[in-house]
């Protein structure tokens, strides 16, 4: 819709065409409202796209978000989308070094290999039959918990009601995730594994009174009802790719190259003022829905602003020649690589990470993880690439705020990437360096995304990957019925913001269509 078409009127205009506003926009289509959607960038996705980051190379990366969980099924069947994922046979390789001997632990693979690997790490059977117990209650919570999150949000009540254990609701609702790990574990390595789950993009310690920790843990282990972190079979940009398409067979219009400057609305219309490279337009719709962060609905509305969220992760894409050899010669590199491969983060190790960070310093270790999408789903790959056995490898680093990057990002970011990778050479029988591949200019296929990095890029507030503290899953004051609504009774909020938003799972788009379709 060129600025120069002048005014046009839509059921809803949608500012932002990420995933969760192409949700809303097909379901909205579908219904046989008339949609318009607003991006600023001239191609849809935000953070779930696929790319070419190499110059000259054809592996198409997920750039930024990379494993699904948390999107229901019921929102592929609904929408018809062409869209499927891959499970992965490891769950997770954790290297570490015992009695001066390389080893690690190798979860996955079926049930009997796994116990001999907790037994072999840890000289029993107790940890294993721990995880089994701590892994059986999260795995009753997630079938209860998720199929809640397309629904009318819960009371607190009503959700404590419908997990039915009260062990696991004070495990996970009530006291420090913590509490609950060293009351399960001994090992350190083993809790560390964890608490892994409770920190992804959210900066806090083990034991941190707020339970933002606890809010991410509990995020991670209920998607899907099962907890199974998937891959994306051709990429994140797939699903995107096939929400535009169902969006735009609906009847949604899709324009690319149109900033949303600024939203007025009585309560009953609105008006959605937008820039484009030939200047500026307006379009009026009984309803707008924000797939932003709550910071820009507030610069959107002229509404003040909530508390400033910050990011705390690094995310490098890379891309190899051949996958590096590690220590642990019991374990085949395919099989370490397929899962989350994790570095660093042992418990104490998380907990030393966390303080240094808090303190304003780099972490001396830097805890990170890494997984090999290439490994699940060659079909990123070039035929060339795959025949020639390249590999790519995604790693997200944990506890870098984004505070830490504020003097220089540029240095920092050279700084702390040179650390996380000697973490993981650490564990390795070669150099990583060894086995990066170059791109058509003869530079080495790593990029690093630091949360400044992706402030600037996608517009992530802080860079925090979920717009804000992820919220518990129950309503609270002021949520609404479906945890989309804001003060303006027309004027949703679609995005990772939204209670029961973060990740890639497009709840917050099917909420925000339900609750203008008055479901």
Partial sequence: ????????????????????????????????????????????????????????????????????????????????????????????????????????????????????????????????????????????????????????????????????????????????????????????????????????????????????????????????????????????????????????????????????????????????????ADGEGTAVARHVLVNASPRELAALTGDTAPEPAEGAQLKVNMLLKRLPRLRDSAVDPREAFAGTFHIAEGYGQLATAHAQAAAGELPAAPPSEIYCHSLTDPSILGPDLAARGYQTLTLFGLHTPARLFAGDNDAVRDELLKATLAQLDAHLAEPLADCLATDAEGRPCIEAKTPLDLERDLGLPGGNIFHRALSWPYAQEDTGRWGVETRHANVLLCGAGAVRGGGVSGVPGHNAAMAVLGE
């Fill in 1 to 276: 819709m060129p600025a120069h078409e002048g005014t046009r009127t839509y059921d809803a205009v949608i500012v932002g065409g990420g995933h969760n506003g192409l949700v809303a926009a097909a379901y909205l289509a579908r219904a046989g409202r008339s949609v318009l959607v607003l991006e600023r960038l001239d191609h849809t996705g935000g953070a779930a796209v696929s790319t070419r980051p190499f110059a000259g190379v054809d592996a198409r990366l997920s750039r930024y978000s990379y494993l699904v969980s948390l999107l229901p099924d019921k929102i592929v069947r609904d929408l018809g989308l062409d869209f499927r994922v891959q499970g992965r046979t490891i769950s997770s390789y954790t290297p570490a070094e015992r009695g001066g001997r390389a080893t690690g632990l190798l979860v996955g693979g079926g049930e009997e290999r796994t116990r001999e690997a907790f037994a072999a790490l840890t000289g029993g059977e107790r940890e294993y039959a721990a995880w089994q117990r701590f892994y059986g209650m999260t795995g009753q919570v997630a079938e209860r918990v998720f199929p809640t999150l397309t629904e009318p949000l819960p009371s607190r009540d009503e959700l404590r009601r419908r997990v039915d254990d009260e062990t696991a609701w004070r495990a996970l609702f009530e006291e420090p995730i913590g509490v609950t790990i060293e009351e399960n574990f001994s090992d350190d390595l083993v809790r560390g594994v964890v608490l892994t789950d409770a920190l992804i993009g959210t900066f806090a310690d083990a034991h941190d009174a707020s339970l933002a920790q606890n809010r991410c843990f509990l995020y991670h282990v209920i998607g899907g009802g099962t907890g199974a972190w998937d891959v994306p079979v051709g990429g994140m940009g797939a699903l995107t790719d096939a929400l535009a398409g169902a969006a735009r067979a609906a009847g949604a219009v899709i324009a690319t190259g149109h900033e949303a400057v600024r939203i007025d609305t009585d309560g009953q219309t609105a008006e959605v003022i937008y820039r484009t």
